[in-house]
């Protein structure tokens, strides 16, 4: 019964989270809140019982996606600057 009510207030805080990140103007914190979405997701998947897919998901799609993302971000933002 408590891991039922933990998944139903992760998935509100995920897709309050969401909306969020689409109304942000900043970008940083925008991609901050698009990762930290993910990284509930993994926690998610913990409670169901799959280690794997957590794992995976926290190290991909929060990790990984997160760090590409910024990486972009830095990359437009120093050609803003160049122009």
């Known amino acids: 019964m ?3 009510i933990m998944i ?7 897709i309050v989270a969401g909306i969020i990140a ?3 103007k900043n970008l940083l914190a925008a ?5 930290t979405i993910s990284l509930l ?6 409670i169901l019982g799959s ?3 957590a794992m995976t998901e926290a190290s991909i799609g929060s990790g990984l996606t997160t ?7 830095n990359k437009v ?3 803003d600057k160049n122009d």
């Open 67 to 73: 760090i590409i993302f910024l990486y972009a971000l």
């Open 8 to 14: 139903v207030v992760l998935g509100v805080i995920m």
């Open 41 to 46: 997701a993994s926690v998610i998947y913990l």
């Open 77 to 79: 933002q120093k050609e």
């Open 31 to 35: 991609i901050i809140t698009a990762g």
């Open 51 to 53: 280690p794997d897919v």
């Open 22 to 24: 689409l109304h942000l």
């Open 2 to 4: 408590i891991s039922v």
